[in-house]
Nanobody
Framework: QVQLVESGGGLVQAGGSQTLSCAASGRTFSNYAVGWFRQAPGKEREFVAT????????YYADSVKGRFTISRDNAKNTVYLQMNSLKPEDTAVYYC???????????????????WGQGTQVTVSS
């Protein structure tokens, strides 16, 4: 198993930046692909970004492409989500998730992930 803890959320003004962190503990982190998802009130959880287990492949939702960057440091067992040019519609609870894999592919569906963090709130004011 792997345990995930998100941090870095908070209140930010539109146009600003924020970096989320997802710290993992447990089994070998480099064997897991990691994704970021978000869920706004009254909406379903949606895919934001994902990174392969070695960090050599990334994939983004169209809504964040060019504004968000996902990265990872396997030596620190941490995945990051750098968010720039934030918009009020980015307001949501952000979750990181992990799935064990030997492949270097993108996982974009909620159901593909086995482990989830507790989430961190990001609020973008207009």
């Amino acid at each position: 198993q792997v345990q995930l803890v998100e941090s870095g959320g908070g209140l930010v003004q539109a146009g600003g930046s924020q970096t989320l962190s997802c710290a993992a503990s447990g089994r070998t982190f480099s064997n897991y692909a990691v994704g970021w998802f978000r869920q706004a009130p009254g909406k379903e959880r949606e895919f934001v970004a994902t990174i392969s287990r070695r960090g050599d492949s990334t994939y983004y939702a169209d809504s964040v492409k060019g504004r968000f960057t996902i990265s990872r440091d396997n030596a620190k067992n941490t995945v990051y989500l750098q968010m720039n040019s934030l918009k009020p519609e980015d307001t949501a609870v952000y979750y990181c998730a992990a799935v064990w894999t030997l492949a270097s592919i993108s996982y974009i569906n909620v159901k593909e992930y086995d482990y989830w963090g507790q989430g961190t709130q990001v609020t973008v004011s207009s």
